[in-house]
């Protein structure tokens, strides 16, 4: 069994709570991400992606998501996230919208 199947994964209680930046450079602390590069610019879809990868698989709190996360973002985004099987279903399922957004 690998540790990403059996590894808590924080999801929030609505996506209206996440209003985190839109734009800008975000730096992420070390308890999120830990390697080299751990400065993000929204304005890049590639840097974008791997802000929100990094955050929805790393966050151990819901204010995590809160503070990194935009749900505004995050619709546009979810389709081309590469995210664990099982942190995905567990977003699908809280959140629908996503699954449509991305259909």
């Not at 308890?31 to 151990?60: C, G, N, Q």
């Not at 749900?71 to 995210?83: K, M, S, T, Y």
């Amino acid at each position: 069994m690998r540790y990403a199947e059996i590894r808590p994964y924080t999801v929030p209680e609505t996506l209206s709570e996440l209003t985190g930046p839109v734009g800008g450079v975000i730096v992420l602390p070390t308890a999120l991400d830990w390697t080299p590069k751990r400065s993000y610019d929204l304005s890049d879809d590639a840097d974008r992606r791997m802000l929100y990868e990094t955050v929805i698989r790393e966050a151990l709190h819901a204010e995590d998501l809160r503070e990194f996360l935009s749900a505004r973002i995050l619709v546009d985004v979810w389709p081309r996230l590469w995210l664990p099987p099982r942190v995905r279903m567990g977003w699908d399922s809280r959140f629908p919208d996503l699954v449509r957004a991305a259909a």
